[in-house]
Nanobody, 122 residues
Framework: QVQLRESGGGLVQAGGSLRLSCATS????????MSWFRQDPGKEREVGAT????????YYADSVRGRFTIPRDNAKNTVYLQLNSLPPAATSVYSC???????????????WGQGTQVTVSS
């Protein structure tokens, strides 16, 4: 059974940094494309960053490019989101999302973790 578990959220002052982690289990992690999304109350999830299975390709939303990075460690079955220079507007629930080769999203597995709260104080 595929499981995703985020950690690392918390309260930080504006301009500070956090590192979120998404630990996975259940399948060979290097078959996973991974993403981080944010979701605010009453709004749809927004993708912040994506990384392919071997880390060779990444994507960043304009709003986070240059401040966030999405490294992964396939040996630890974990993807990270490094958040730097955080503004108060970065306050949100951050969730990781997995696309797994050969499995059907939402049918064979739940692609979402439970989310971790990041709060940036001004």
């Amino acid at each position: 059974q595929v499981q995703l578990r985020e950690s690392g959220g918390g309260l930080v002052q504006a301009g500070g940094s956090l590192r979120l982690s998404c630990a996975t289990s259940g399948r060979t992690f290097n078959n996973y494309g991974m993403s981080w999304f944010r979701q605010d109350p009453g709004k749809e999830r927004e993708v912040g960053a994506t990384i392919n299975w071997n880390g060779g390709t990444t994507y960043y939303a304009d709003s986070v490019r240059g401040r966030f990075t999405i490294p992964r460690d396939n040996a630890k079955n974990t993807v990270y989101l490094q958040l730097n220079s955080l503004p108060p507007a970065a306050t949100s629930v951050y969730s990781c999302y997995a696309e797994i080769a050969g499995l059907r999203l939402g049918v064979d597995y739940n692609p979402w973790g439970q989310g971790t709260q990041v709060t940036v104080s001004s």
